[in-house]
């Protein structure tokens, strides 16, 4: 056995610490099956993907879309900024 010394986000490691302990490992032992299941398929064993910045641009606009068809459906489509402004402090303050 060798010793390995990585560095990592304080809160990522804490969160991955709770999360080995709900499975019953500990953090050694999960990073050592992560690296066995890499070395046995030569491969992460996951998908790694980053999405292009069409793809992002089309699901915000999908979003905004069914999001203001949301609006139109429940009658506040023609609500001024103003008036939305006034609907969300009311439901902050529990109106």
């Known amino acids: ?3 390995m010394t990585i560095r990592v986000d304080e809160q990522l ?3 991955f610490d709770v999360l080995c302990d709900e499975f019953g490992l500990s953090n050694s032992a999960a990073l050592n099956l992560f690296m066995k299941a890499v070395v046995r398929e030569r491969k992460i064993p996951f998908e790694i ?3 292009s910045e069409s793809d992002i641009r089309r699901k915000g606009w999908d979003a905004f879309m069914r999001m203001r068809e949301s ?3 429940s009658g ?3 609500m001024s900024l103003e008036e939305i402004n006034e609907e969300i ?3 902050r303050n529990g109106e």
Request: aromatic share 0%; hydrophobic share 50%; net charge positive.
């Open 13 to 15: 490691k804490k969160s």
């Open 1 to 3: 056995m060798t010793s």
């Open 49 to 51: 993907k980053a999405e």
């Open 71 to 73: 609006a139109i459906a």
């Open 89 to 91: 402090a009311a439901v």
């Open 76 to 78: 506040a489509g023609d």
